[in-house]
């Protein structure tokens, strides 16, 4: 052939040094230094709760984005503002603001209304603030509200029930342990529901977004209901025996002898913090008498038995 075609492709290879087989993987590992150090991405991230978080058993969330309530949420959101509502008007009545820090600083200043002003903003405070963070599930506003609700009823002069209006001036002591039990309900029961919005709302929010599954969650409301109504009642009789404790001994001894019952109902000690203690001491009795028997769990099977 005259027109010979140039199939010399030499010139591509100069400088280049070209291999029949592929690299030895032992020299290849020889010449990587190895490391036996942790990678950092490898390590959790660990976070020491605070003193506050560890007092209130968890992160304080300052906001959390919730999806729109489902009707639990919106009945635990009723409650506790009614509750809330309630508390507010048993603290107006067995709170007055003498014997408060804010009434000793008034008098140190001599402003005598500065004692009732700060007293009724802390109410009235604490009141709108809760509300404001039930609806709008904040719970932030939540914790200042159960914070200013705790502190407008600490005073020093703690021994002598006083009310905030002289016309509720009441002299009967069942009464007045009896307003002093709804305060301390109507606290406990506010503090749960307005924890339990907060909760059902994560709980729905984590649902809905499919983040988890729930089994059985209609049982968990049931529950959950129950023992909202169970618990405070069970709550307030102790209570209240444990501070009638004065007068149920002396009317239990007067079934057999009236003279010292009548002795007993005079008792300085039985009148005093002491028959508090001695009721409280009473109550407990009982109750690690009823656990050491195994009570409950007797309790919960014959329930089981009965639902057979």
Do not use: C
């Not at 983040?211 to 709550?235: C, F, H």
């Not at 209570?239 to 109902?265: H, K, Q, Y």
């Not at 009795?285 to 009965?306: C, D, H, M, T, Y």
Request: hydrophobic fraction near 45%; charge should be positive; proline fraction near 4%.
């Amino acid at each position: 052939m005259s027109d010979e075609t140039n199939t010399d492709t030499s010139h591509l290879y100069e400088g280049k040094s070209v291999r029949s087989s592929a690299p030895s993987r032992k020299k290849a590992a020889g010449r990587v230094t190895q490391s036996t150090s942790i990678p950092k991405d490898a390590i959790p991230e660990t976070k020491i709760p605070t003193w506050v978080e560890s007092f209130f058993g968890g992160p304080l969330v300052p906001s959390v984005k919730f999806l729109s309530p489902n009707k639990t949420v919106v009945r635990l959101q009723m409650a506790s503002v009614t509750t809330l509502v309630m508390l507010g008007l048993v603290t107006f009545v067995i709170t007055p603001s003498s014997g408060t820090v804010w009434f000793w600083l008034s008098n140190v200043v001599g402003v005598p209304f500065f004692s009732g002003l700060i007293h009724y903003l802390l109410l009235i405070g604490g009141v709108v603030l809760g509300a404001y963070g039930i609806l709008q599930r904040d719970q932030r506003m939540i914790l200042i509200s159960q914070v200013a609700m705790i502190l407008i009823t600490i005073r020093f002069a703690g021994s002598k029930v006083e009310f905030a209006m002289a016309a509720l001036d009441i002299d009967n002591e069942f009464i007045q342990k009896l307003l002093l039990i709804f305060y301390a309900l109507f606290l406990v029961m506010y503090i749960e529901l307005s924890s339990g919005v907060i909760r059902f709302s994560m709980l729905d929010t984590s649902i809905r977004t499919r983040e988890v599954y729930v089994m059985g969650q209609d049982k968990i409301i049931q529950k959950y209901n129950r023992s909202l109504g169970t618990t405070p009642l069970i709550a307030g009789f102790v209570a209240l025996i444990t501070l009638l404790i004065n007068v149920i001994i002396p009317a239990f001894i007067g079934i057999f002898d009236e003279v010292s019952s009548n002795r007993l109902s005079e008792s300085v000690e039985l009148t005093s913090v002491y028959g508090v203690a001695l009721g409280t001491a009473m109550v407990f009795g009982l109750i690690a008498i009823s656990f050491s028997v195994n009570l409950p769990a007797r309790i919960q099977k014959f329930q089981e038995g009965r639902s057979r």
